[in-house]
């Protein structure tokens, strides 16, 4: 048996409808690939119409928001409310906790239904609340990677080069 081989030979017939399958087949991936990058850009054009809506909600709240420093650290959103119940209809009192401790950081955040409250509500600074003088400002819209300036860093300070200071350097052993 070993030099007996038998070849399978297809008609006519059954090739010509394999390659129609094929064909059938090649024009359905087409037409999925085609599906699949029109669904992509569709998905894309959303996101991105989110995100501008979100930022522009946000800024907007920001917009009727204050920011009130140096808040007793005993104080209750009710209180905040009482103190700020003149300036217009309060939306919502944010008191800021730390996150490990759950003690209050000290400051606060107000949002008003309406943007006009914010300046009546800047009008409080240096008002006494709980026996500290509170300080109010419009809240800033937060942008990634602002910060307060560089910092400072570690290492060796500012001077660099230049002559030495101090002791002489020459002969001195210095490990560090």
Known sequence: MAGTETIISETPKEEASNETTVEAMRRRLEEMEAEAAKLNEMQSQVSSELSTAVEEDKAEVDARSVYVGNVDYSATPEELQIHFQSCGTINRITILCDMWTGHP???????FTDASSVSNAA????????????????KRTNVPGMKRGRGRGRGRGSFRGGRARGRGRRGHYSPY
């Not at 950081?105 to 949002?111: L, N, P, S, T, V």
């Open 105 to 111: 950081k000290g400051f606060a955040y107000i949002e």
């Open 123 to 138: 009008a409080l600074t240096d008002s006494l609340f709980h026996g500290r003088t509170i300080k109010v400002t419009p």
